[in-house]
Every structure is written in C-alpha cells, then in structure tokens.
C-alpha cells in the first residue's frame, strides 16, 4: 500500500470545515427474507436459504414482507419522522457479483419515511442530527475472496458467493449533511452511530451486530476552507462495521483530504474502504450519481399505503427511547454524568438496570457489573450482558454479601455483619 500524504489532524481542521453524512443500513429481525420466504438464520450453510424469488430466477415474482413494512415504520416513528400514506418500491440497476437479478429493489423518490431527527449529545453538548430519509431495500448476497493478503477481490486467487443473505430486509438510513462540528466531527458521527444502534435494538426489530454484518455504515466526509459558503467534494467510506472504525474513518479522511486541498489538488468523489489494521482509507470506485442506476417503479410490486390507524397503532406501541431512559435511571440512580457514561461505555446499562428490578441496590448492581463481572467479560471478549450469569442471580450474590452470609471477591463481609458482632 502507497503511503498517503496527511495533514496533522488539529492543523487540518484549523483550517477546514468538515461536513459529515451517514448512510446506515440495518438487517431487520424478520423471520423471512423481503419478497420471499426463505429464512434468515445467520451462520446457515452457504447458499441453504435461497428460492427462485432471491435468486432472481425468470418467472419467478416477489410479495412484500408485511412485518418489514412495520419494523420500518418502527424506525421511522422513533427518528421523529413523516410517515409517507403512499410509497412504492423502485429497481435500483447496476452490477454487482453477488446480486443474482442484476438489480436491487430499493426506494428511490418516494420512501417510507422522511424528515425526521436523532438528537445526540457529545461532551456536555447535544447535537440534532437531521435525518433525510428511512427506507426500505433487499440486501446483497456475500463475496468470499480467497488467496490474497487483503481478503479483497484484489491479489485473490477466486472467489465464491453465498446468496443466503441475497434478499433479506434491509433498512437504510441515511442522516441530512451536519455540518458545524468542528473537530468533535469524528466523535459525532461515532456518537451519532452508537445512539442510533441502540435506538433500533430497543425498537427489538434488528440485532445490530456489527461484528456480523447486520449493522454497517457508509462514512461521508467533505472538507471546505473555513469562512466558505460552498461545501467541498464529498468521498464516502463504504461498509464501516465498528463503532471505533466509523471515528477512525472520519478522522483518517479530514487528514488525507487536508494534504490534498493543501497541495492544491482536487478530491475525486468516490467511493473508499478503510483497513481496520491501520485506520487507513483506499480509493474503491467513482461515485455513481443516481442517473446512473436507471431507476424506475418496480413493475412486480404494487405501492405501499400503511392506513393511519396502522401506523397509530405502532407509534403507540414504540417503547421508551434510550436517551429518555438513560436520564430517568441516572435520575433515580443519583448518578453524575460521569457515572452514567461508565456504565454505558461499559455496556453495562442494561444489566445494572435488571439487577436493580431484581432487588439490588443501585450502588450494589454497579458495584458488581463494573468491578468483577466487567474484568470477566474484558477477559472473554464479552459484552457484559453475554456472561453466564443472570442480572437475579447477581442481585442474589449482591444480597448474601450484604448481609454476611458470603464474602465479596476481595474477601471482605459487610459493614452490617462486622457491626453485628461488635454489638
């Protein structure tokens, strides 16, 4: 790999303005696939779960999953979108290895939801993120490479494509520029990406692991010279699948673009992948514009027009959002801001939260899930929630210690027991 030119990253936005975008595509938790009814397992056989629907075999015709219909909506209400009472599906035209119909039925001028926000909050300052639009599209089958350094098609010696995935109800996302960021422009979009992760789980109609492809997130990135009303070319960082990658690829972009504008050069938008061992972004392809997908209303498909009372019902059905959750536990918890921020970088909300309604003290519950369990589940490579044990029986252990019946892991008893013996 050639060594690229960077420009320190505090030099380079002193003299640029970045402005970021997302595109975020979630897999839905459905049971079938988007206009079929294969499965959707992960991990299955290659190429187990396929029909001559997902395969884009002739004659063969697709019907819409109902329930993807309804997870997107999900989505849609909960980023404070509009609702769209008449959407339809559009063919989406380009090449692509592991896409079997040579198409991709996506939306195009007409989605399911538009206009709408996520409000995040970064070092004491909360930042609204507008979201253009939330629609709805099938996913891609999976190239494996095979040979080769980079496990890219590049250098490889074959490859062989599974369509399991080929079909299955994928949402995209996509944020409207935030521009005005600064330097913090790496730490909102990993903020932003982290909040919006953990709005879609507590909607329960995706997953979000990352580490298995069911959340990942296109990386846009533009500079222009400070004091400019015009906004700089944009490039865009395809399939980030870490949070820690999506920061890393904002702020690897502002460096290479600064060392381009710098040397008076021009950048090309494009496509880019970013190598997760150095935090470094290649160039892939040009930027398709969407004159060049051709597209045109899906012929097999009749629009979708969810009835008002439909989507009332969902919208009344959507749970609490985990920022409002986040502020009323830290409000009966009596916990700083500091606190709070620990046992979300630790993952440990969740299970604080379960080991609390199971009886424990707050005090207790985190004592527990950021002192011991945390150093167990670092050393497995772990969430905290995935460790065999249970929020219950933790606050059981939390109360046999409490009251002396057992000692903590440093070996000490309560004060209560202590001081019952000296009475």
Known sequence: MTTQTLVPFGEATGRYEPVIGLETHVELGTRTKMFCGCTTTFGAEPNSQVCPVCLGLPGSLPVVNRVAIEYTIRIGLALNCTIAAWCRFARKNYFYPDMPKNFQISQYDEPLCTDGYLDVTTAGQTIRVGIERVHLEEDTGKSLHV????????????????????????????????????????????????????????????????????????VNVSLSPRGSSQWGTRTETKNVNSLRSVQRAVEFE?????????????????????????????????????????????????????????????????????????????????????????????????????????????????????????????????????????????????????????????????????AGRRG
């Open 254 to 418: 502002i460096e290479r673009q600064a060392a381009v504008l710098d040397a008076g050069g021009r950048v090309i938008q494009e496509t880019r992948h970013l190598h997760e061992d150095s935090g470094t972004t290649t160039s892939g392809r040009s930027k398709e514009e969407a004159q060049d997908y051709r597209y045109f209303p899906e012929p097999d498909l009749v629009p979708v027009a969810p009835p008002a009372g439909w989507v009332a019902q969902i919208r009344a059905s959507l749970p609490e959002a985990p920022s409002a959750r986040r502020a009323r536990l830290q409000a009966e918890w009596d916990l700083s801001d500091l606190d709070m921020d620990a046992l979300s970088n630790a993952g440990a909300l969740d299970p604080v939260a379960e080991t609390v309604a199971a009886g424990a003290s707050p005090a207790d519950a985190r004592k527990w899930w950021l002192g011991e369990l945390a150093r167990r589940a670092n050393h497995a490579g772990l969430e905290p929630s995935a460790l065999a044990i249970t929020p219950a029986q933790v606050a059981r252990v939390a109360e046999l210690v409490s009251s002396g019946v057992m000692a903590s892991a440093d070996g000490s008893r309560s004060d209560r027991r202590r």
């Open 147 to 218: 040979g080769g350094a980079t496990g890219r098609i590049h250098g490889a010696e074959y490859s062989l494509v599974d369509y399991n995935r080929a079909g299955i109800p994928l949402v995209e996302i996509v944020t409207k520029p935030v521009a005005g960021t600064g330097a913090d422009a790496p730490v909102v979009a990993r903020t932003y990406v982290t909040e919006l992760r953990d709005l879609v789980r507590s909607l329960g109609v995706s997953d979000v692991r990352m580490e298995e492809g069911s959340l990942r997130c296109d």
